[in-house]
């Protein structure tokens, strides 16, 4: 058994199995046993249960919220909304369950017809981060199991409950046995690695780090698993001069504090036109300051605890680091007295565009603000990362905005708002960021795949 800590308190509250390698064979098992006859369920009979499951978050909204909060840290308000983020994947992919499309046409030779048909890809492994207990687990299962394909999840060891209450749910609401495994396993290297070199998993959907992202792409190859990887981002944030730095605030502090910033799409790198840099820079301090820090289950809390000390304390070294190299801290910075992973909102200015915190996905409620004078030093330095994941621009002529967001190289792109994330849109990251979406019409496809027939008719 392995505590599961409250980071608020700094205290376990709980105790959770992790599985061993036999315990991870006997998913493997069960997923591989049940995946034919899931497969031949018919995509109403799928796309019900899932809409039974969207139903029954619905119902459980705040004790899931609430388990959320106690097992990631995060404010109430933050979990709240994942819950009914995660939720609606339930929904969009019972949705999408029915409406798998096909092709029947002449080739262009007209000697045959081509008919392209779908299929499930077939048991799949998931593996999930911390920061999103609830949505990365259910914008991997929903689409896994519109699609046909049996699961074994692995949630990350901070934060198994999550995904242990929601697989209770998908099995209330009429999975067959088999069709749903959760396997809390830690070490995870190994635990996965076995899973994955079984010949009978197809599938890895992997979301977290792009360096174990990058692991498991190797390890997949050895039997040329299918992969999708959603994984680290450094998003930059760009304030034109002509935005309007009222709204634009507004927007970072959505694109910064999701999630008390421990977001992959959480806004890293603030980029901003010199002629507004004082006013951006005064106005988000103002509003930084002015957040209140504390248990996430306390009402008015605003920015909860990080998972972890060990994270707490990462954020902490950035910081240090980048005002020991000349940013300066105009709120926060400085981690609180008493017992907690808090860190609070922190403004960084003055920040030289090489400075090595840019380099870094923060994964705190940090904002370092660099100036820039040319709309094109600002599209150089956004892009001057080896991720792509998401971007936000601010300006109040569209055309110069979307311009912007055209050349910007990322799988997503915010104008004049602080969120992209709809289950009903395509999630994931250009360059290290990322293969595949989820989500939209894409995430479905992660868990099919095509056949080709010639016919001669
Ligand atoms: P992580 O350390 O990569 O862990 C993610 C998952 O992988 C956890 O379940 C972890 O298990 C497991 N894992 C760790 N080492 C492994 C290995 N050697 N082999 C197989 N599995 C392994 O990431 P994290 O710290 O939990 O999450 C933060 C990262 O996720 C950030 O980089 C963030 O940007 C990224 N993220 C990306 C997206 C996206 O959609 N692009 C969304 C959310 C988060 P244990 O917990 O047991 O170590």
């Given at each position: 058994m392995v505590p599961v800590i409250d980071p608020a308190a700094g205290e376990p509250f709980a105790e959770v199995h992790m599985a061993g390698a036999d315990e991870c064979t006997a998913a493997v098992d069960a997923?591989?046993?049940?995946?034919?006859?899931?497969?031949?369920?018919?995509?109403?009979?799928?796309?019900?249960?899932?809409?039974?499951?969207?139903?029954?978050?619905?119902?459980?909204?705040?004790?899931?919220?609430?388990?959320?909060?106690?097992?990631?840290?995060?404010?109430?308000?933050?979990?709240?909304?994942?819950?009914t983020y995660a939720a609606e994947f339930f929904r969009w992919f019972a949705e999408e369950a029915v409406r798998i499309q096909g092709e029947f046409r002449t080739a262009p030779a007209g000697d045959k017809r081509i008919i392209v048909t779908q299929h499930p890809v077939g048991p799949s492994l998931l593996v999930t981060p911390w920061?999103?207990?609830?949505?990365?687990?259910?914008?991997?299962?929903?689409?896994?199991?519109?699609?046909?394909?049996?699961?074994?999840?692995?949630?990350?060891?901070?934060?198994?409950?999550?995904?242990?209450?929601?697989?209770?749910?998908?099995?209330?609401?009429?999975?067959?046995?088999?069709?749903?495994?959760?396997?809390?396993?830690?070490?995870?290297?190994?635990?996965?690695?076995?899973?994955?070199?079984?010949?009978?998993?197809?599938?890895?959907?992997?979301?977290?780090?792009?360096?174990?992202?990058v692991a498991l792409l190797h390890e997949a190859a050895d039997q040329v698993v299918r992969t999708s990887m959603e994984l680290g981002g450094n998003a930059p944030f760009v304030v034109l001069e002509d935005a309007d730095i009222d709204d634009a605030v507004q927007g970072a502090l959505v694109a910064k504090l999701r999630n008390g910033g421990a977001a992959c799409t959480a806004a890293n790198r603030f980029y901003v036109h010199a002629a507004v840099a004082m006013e951006f820079t005064e106005k988000l301090t103002f509003a930084m300051n002015g957040l209140r820090l504390g248990p996430g289950l306390h009402d008015g809390v605003d920015i909860g605890a990080l998972v972890s000390v060990a994270e707490r304390d990462k954020v902490a070294a950035l910081v240090d680091k980048a005002s020991s190299s000349g940013a300066r801290i105009t709120t926060g910075g400085k981690i609180p007295d008493g017992a907690g992973a808090f860190y609070p909102p922190t403004v960084l200015a003055d920040l030289d565009p090489t400075n090595d915190l840019l380099a870094n996905e923060i994964f705190g409620p940090v904002a370092p603000i660099v100036t820039f004078e040319s709309v094109d030093d600002a599209v150089r330095l956004a892009n001057d990362t080896p991720y792509g994941l998401i971007s936000y621009v601010y300006g109040q002529a569209f055309q110069d905005a979307f311009a912007v967001a055209d050349r910007i190289e990322s799988g997503m792109v915010a104008i004049n708002r602080g969120t992209v994330s709809d289950p009903a849109a395509p999630f994931g990251g250009m360059k290290e960021s990322g293969i595949g979406r989820e989500g939209g019409f894409a995430g479905i496809h992660e868990f099919l795949e095509s056949k080709y027939i010639a016919a001669s008719i």
């Amino acid at each position: 058994m392995v505590p599961v800590i409250d980071p608020a308190a700094g205290e376990p509250f709980a105790e959770v199995h992790m599985a061993g390698a036999d315990e991870c064979t006997a998913a493997v098992d069960a997923a591989a046993g049940a995946a034919d006859a899931w497969a031949a369920t018919s995509p109403r009979f799928r796309a019900d249960i899932l809409r039974r499951a969207y139903e029954a978050m619905t119902d459980q909204h705040e004790p899931l919220a609430r388990l959320i909060t106690r097992e990631n840290g995060k404010a109430l308000p933050d979990a709240r909304a994942e819950v009914t983020y995660a939720a609606e994947f339930f929904r969009w992919f019972a949705e999408e369950a029915v409406r798998i499309q096909g092709e029947f046409r002449t080739a262009p030779a007209g000697d045959k017809r081509i008919i392209v048909t779908q299929h499930p890809v077939g048991p799949s492994l998931l593996v999930t981060p911390w920061n999103f207990p609830a949505a990365m687990a259910t914008r991997k299962w929903a689409p896994a199991l519109a699609a046909g394909c049996t699961t074994i999840l692995k949630p990350a060891s901070e934060t198994p409950l999550t995904a242990l209450a929601i697989a209770e749910i998908l099995v209330a609401a009429g999975l067959p046995p088999g069709v749903v495994n959760v396997v809390p396993a830690s070490p995870a290297g190994p635990r996965v690695s076995g899973m994955l070199h079984d010949t009978r998993i197809k599938n890895l959907s992997f979301t977290g780090s792009t360096e174990v992202g990058v692991a498991l792409l190797h390890e997949a190859a050895d039997q040329v698993v299918r992969t999708s990887m959603e994984l680290g981002g450094n998003a930059p944030f760009v304030v034109l001069e002509d935005a309007d730095i009222d709204d634009a605030v507004q927007g970072a502090l959505v694109a910064k504090l999701r999630n008390g910033g421990a977001a992959c799409t959480a806004a890293n790198r603030f980029y901003v036109h010199a002629a507004v840099a004082m006013e951006f820079t005064e106005k988000l301090t103002f509003a930084m300051n002015g957040l209140r820090l504390g248990p996430g289950l306390h009402d008015g809390v605003d920015i909860g605890a990080l998972v972890s000390v060990a994270e707490r304390d990462k954020v902490a070294a950035l910081v240090d680091k980048a005002s020991s190299s000349g940013a300066r801290i105009t709120t926060g910075g400085k981690i609180p007295d008493g017992a907690g992973a808090f860190y609070p909102p922190t403004v960084l200015a003055d920040l030289d565009p090489t400075n090595d915190l840019l380099a870094n996905e923060i994964f705190g409620p940090v904002a370092p603000i660099v100036t820039f004078e040319s709309v094109d030093d600002a599209v150089r330095l956004a892009n001057d990362t080896p991720y792509g994941l998401i971007s936000y621009v601010y300006g109040q002529a569209f055309q110069d905005a979307f311009a912007v967001a055209d050349r910007i190289e990322s799988g997503m792109v915010a104008i004049n708002r602080g969120t992209v994330s709809d289950p009903a849109a395509p999630f994931g990251g250009m360059k290290e960021s990322g293969i595949g979406r989820e989500g939209g019409f894409a995430g479905i496809h992660e868990f099919l795949e095509s056949k080709y027939i010639a016919a001669s008719i």
